[in-house]
């Protein structure tokens, strides 16, 4: 199956950047409980937070973060290990 490629299509819906969840505070060993109705999303807010390189603001050097997940009693427990 072949998809059509379409341009200048306006992104919607809620913007990525969210501060929803604390991945930007966190220390490597810190972890988060989401709940059962958030553990979803926070999952996939996880993953791709270990997809993309972050900036580090005066040298502007790249660096990753790496999330883990574990499915627990009640929800998900996120974790950073890098």
Not at 1 to 26: E, H, R, T, V, W
């Amino acid at each position: 199956m072949a998809y059509k490629i379409d341009k200048g299509i306006p992104l919607c819906g809620p913007s990525s950047k969210s501060n929803k969840y604390p991945f930007d505070q966190m220390k490597v060993g810190d972890s988060f409980f989401a709940p059962h109705p958030e553990a979803k999303k926070a999952r996939q807010n996880a993953l791709a937070r270990n997809a993309g390189p972050y900036k580090k603001s005066p040298k502007h050097v790249d660096f990753q973060r790496h999330f883990v997940t574990r499915t627990v009693e009640g929800g998900m427990r996120i974790w950073r290990v890098k």
